[in-house]
T-cell receptor, first 112, second 115 residues
């Protein structure tokens, strides 16, 4: 059974801090790993990672994948209160369901 | 439409009643997914539609749950004889397929509360 585990489950930091969110995966026929930011209800897409060691960057957010050790990290530098959200990691499998296996998410709270 | 649209945004129902949730995917997206998210939990896969292929129903938790999709358009998720444990946010997502790597676009979800 495919599994995605995120850590920590929750994290409280102060504005300006840098945070690292972790995602480990066991996904059959792994194709890609995706990160989403969920504020209120709708998750919004952040990154899709397919190759090891290649950092993807968008503003203060960056992410990298390690396909040997089966994990990914999401970094947020100079955090702002607007970064407060649940960050979801998902493994994309080429299996029968042809869908994504999601982790439980990391609930990030940025205090002013 | 410009994005994935779900309705209603909130639904309160009594235990034992049937409910129907609607999802209108992005035009041209062949793949459509339903997920359930209980409070404080991750997304739980329910069902997947890809074009005109038979849907993957492997995530449906019981026979009280069913979903339909006509072609590549609107989908409805039906929950019969609702139970309190069905209370959750039901999220719909769509994506393009056909050799491309996936990227899901989510709707804003339906918050279902079963009293």
């Amino acid at each position: 059974e495919d599994k995605v585990v995120q850590s920590p489950l929750s994290l409280v930091v102060h504005e300006g801090d840098t945070v690292t969110l972790n995602c480990s995966y066991e996904v059959t026929n792994f194709r890609s790993l995706l990160w989403y930011k969920q504020e209120k209800k709708a998750p919004t897409f952040l990154f899709m990672l397919t190759s090891s060691g290649i950092e993807k960057k968008s503003g203060r957010l960056s992410s990298i994948l390690d396909k040997k050790e089966l994990f990914s990290i999401l970094n947020i530098t100079a955090t702002q209160t607007g970064d407060s959200a649940v960050y979801l990691c998902a493994g994309d499998s080429g299996g029968g369901a042809d869908g994504l296996t999601f982790g439980k998410g990391t609930h990030l709270i940025i205090q002013p | 439409g410009a994005g994935v649209s779900q309705s209603p945004s909130n639904k309160v129902t009594e235990k034992g009643k049937d409910v129907e949730l609607r999802c209108d995917p992005i035009s041209g997206h062949t793949a459509l997914y339903w997920y359930r998210q209980r409070l404080g939990q991750g997304l739980e896969f329910l069902i997947y539609f890809q074009g005109n292929s038979a849907p993957d129903k492997s995530g449906l938790p019981s026979d009280r749950f069913s979903a339909e999709r006509t072609g590549e358009s609107v989908s409805t998720l039906t929950i019969q004889r609702t139970q309190q444990e069905d209370s959750a946010v039901y999220l719909c997502a769509s994506s393009q397929r056909g050799g491309r790597l996936s990227e899901l676009f989510f709707g804003s979800g339906t918050q279902l509360s079963v009293l």
